[in-house]
Structure formats: C-alpha cells, structure tokens
C-alpha cells in the first residue's frame, strides 16, 4: 500500500513538472512577447536575457536599443542601471556594460555617461576610468563632434587661448595644438571626403581612385590627371562659365603623387627658401594634390587668375557643381595655409552647398560630421 502511494505520489510530480515545461513552451504571453521583441529587432540572445530577467515591459514599450541588445548579453548588466542603460550611444567597446557600471559607481550622471561614451574607444575609456570623479566634464564632451581621448588636450589648449569651449573641441580634433606635420594621422583609404592637410598625411604609394587625363580643350597641359567624377563635374562647371560670361576655366595643376611634390617642394625650397616653401608649399604626402580631388585653376582670359571674372564666377558658382574655394585669405587660423584663389577642391554637391551656406572651411565641415 505504501508502496502504492509512493508510485502514485511520484506520478503526480511527474506531471506537474511535465505541466510545467508544457507551460513553458507553450505559454501564450511568453510567445507573443518573443515575437514582439524579435519584430523589435533583438536578438535571439537579448530576448532570452529580457525574459528571463523579466525586463519585458520597460523593453517592449520604447524603441529597438543597439545598446540594450548589447547589455542583456553581458554578464555585467545591472537591473539598477537599466535607465542608464536605455539612454546610452552605441558603441563598440570591449567591456561597455562594465564601463558604463563603474561611471555609474563613480557618481556620473546619465546625460555624463552619455557624453563621455559617445565618442570613447576601448583605450580612451580605459583611462579615463583610471580617474575619480571629473566635475564639469560636460563643459567639453556635450559638445557634438568632442572626443573622449581628447579631453587632456581640450584642457590644455584652453590655458593659452581665448577661445570658447566649441572652438577649443574644433581645433584640437583638427591637431592645431600641435606642431604642423607633427604626430600626424595617416589616411588610407580614398573617398570625396577624405581629409588631408598638415595634420593628415598620405603614404608615398597612395594613388586615388579613378584617375583620368584631362582632355586637351579642359586643360594648360595634356598630362594633367584628376579623378573623372571630379573631372565631369569640372567641365560642367567650366562650360556654364563659358555660356555665361564668354570664357571658360581651364585645369593647370591637379593630381600630384608623393615624388612630383618632394620635387615642387623642393623647387619652392631652393628658389624662395625654406619661410616661403612652408607657407606655400605643402610636404610631400601632405598635399591634397594627391588625392586627385584638388585643382589648380587658371583663367581662360589671362595668365593671373585673382579678381578675373573667371575667378569671381567660381567664387559664386563653383559650388553648384560640388567644387569649394579651399584656402582663403580669412581661414588661414584653420587650414594653416595662405590664400590660393585658384585652388579648388571637389567634395561632392551636398558637401559643397552645405558649406556655402554654412560660410565654412572643409576643414571644420569634417571634423564636425564626418570626424567618426
């Protein structure tokens, strides 16, 4: 008889728990809310995590994080920190849920947290956690385009500058606080966008995209090359001129590589020394020459280009063709170069027009948008 009760007893417990993982599987509530997260766009890794950590509610009611579906999967992720969490920037960092927990512990508030993740990499937040609590972080870092690694030098620089705190943030990302060609970043890879100057440098076997010649009717030299997108937008440009005011612009100087600007600087060098050769002449790697978007202009109608009505149409037109005047007289402070009025550089019509409107440099264009 015991032995009876003992077996029925067994079997009851069976099926409760066999009920029980039915139920599981089964259970509507869990299915809908599987669904709801999936169509929100979380993983399959995350959705577990936000079940069984029973987060559903707070999860399902605001839209798809990239940082929530991170932290769900972190054995670092705290239920107490979960509206920070939810308030953050994506980023790709190694140990992000852990980060953020000890900015959390560190006393930072979440608009902080926020700022200081927004631009951090695995190093730079590595260090700055070396730190105690930093008061007035935000005075820098809620600038947009502000860079965690850069925080010592924005500090720095404001010592010796009259400057406002964006301005600061501008032209420490742009390496003015350091010397010209010094501790440079080198870029690698060819877009209408790319950035060179004296702060960014090309290596010596760096060849743009594209590169085509300029036909004859387009150019003071048959062997002037320049990218084509560059180059169609260019006698575009030149032909409405032409149609307008009667003559047309012509290309004098457009891609260089790395040797034909050892050897211009060098010519500057030897002939005007070593003062004029700086001012006017870039080093070799760091000239845009190189990247087959800049061109040298000369006018139809003379031998100077300054205050012709070629140059003077191309003050106001050039940029409905996706072309900008890069160095004037009133950047110098920015692009560390002096005046050309016949060098211009294509960026493509959105740029171009953004930055005639915005009464900008190209410089300053990139560091606050394209500076990722």
């Given at each position: 008889m015991k032995r009876r009760k003992l077996n029925k007893k067994r079997v009851f417990i069976a099926v409760v728990i066999l009920l029980v993982i039915l139920l599981e599987i089964i259970n509507p509530i869990k299915i809908y809310n599987k669904h709801v997260l999936k169509d929100l766009n979380y993983s399959n890794e995350s959705i577990k995590e936000i079940l069984n950590k029973h987060f559903i509610k707070e999860v399902k009611n605001i839209p798809y994080s990239k940082t929530l579906d991170l932290v769900f999967k972190s054995k670092d992720f705290k239920k107490e920190n979960f509206d920070v969490y939810k308030e953050l920037p994506y980023r790709e960092l190694k140990n992000y849920t852990k980060d953020v927990n000890e900015l959390v512990t560190k006393g930072y508030k979440t608009e902080e947290i926020k700022n200081i993740i927004k631009s951090a990499t695995d190093d730079s937040i590595e260090d700055f956690l070396k730190r105690d609590y930093v008061k007035d972080i935000n005075e820098y870092l809620a600038i947009d385009f502000s860079i965690l690694g850069n925080y010592d030098r924005y500090i720095e620089y404001q010592k010796g500058n009259a400057l406002d705190k964006e301005q600061i943030v501008l032209y420490v990302n742009l390496g003015l606080d350091k010397e010209q060609y010094e501790d440079p970043v080198?870029?690698?890879?060819?877009?209408?966008?790319?950035?060179?100057?004296?702060?960014?440098?090309?290596?010596?076997?760096?060849?743009?995209?594209?590169?085509?010649?300029?036909?004859?009717?387009?150019?003071?030299?048959?062997?002037?090359?320049?990218?084509?997108?560059?180059?169609?937008?260019?006698?575009?440009?030149?032909?409405?001129?032409?149609?307008?005011?009667?003559?047309?612009?012509?290309?004098?100087s457009a891609y260089r590589d790395y040797k034909s600007q050892e050897e211009t600087y060098e010519t500057y060098l030897n002939a005007y020394g070593k003062k004029y050769a700086e001012n006017y002449v870039a080093h070799p790697g760091f000239s845009e020459h190189q990247t087959g978007l800049a061109i040298d202009i000369k006018a139809e109608s003379s031998n100077t280009f300054k205050g012709t009505p070629e140059s003077k149409w191309l003050i106001e037109n050039a940029y409905k063709y996706g072309f900008i005047l890069r160095y004037e007289s009133d950047t110098e402070e920015i692009t560390k170069v002096k005046s050309e009025a016949w060098h211009y550089r294509y960026v493509g019509l959105d740029i171009a027009n953004y930055i005639h409107e915005n009464d900008m440099t190209f410089d300053e264009y990139y560091i606050r948008f394209l500076n990722k």
């Open positions: 080198k870029v690698s890879k060819f877009s209408y966008t790319m950035l060179v100057n004296k702060y960014n440098y090309l290596d010596e076997d760096f060849i743009p995209d594209d590169l085509v010649t300029v036909p004859n009717d387009y150019a003071v030299d048959t062997k002037e090359k320049v990218n084509q997108t560059a180059l169609e937008a260019f006698q575009k440009m030149s032909d409405a001129c032409k149609n307008e005011i009667g003559s047309k612009v012509l290309v004098r």
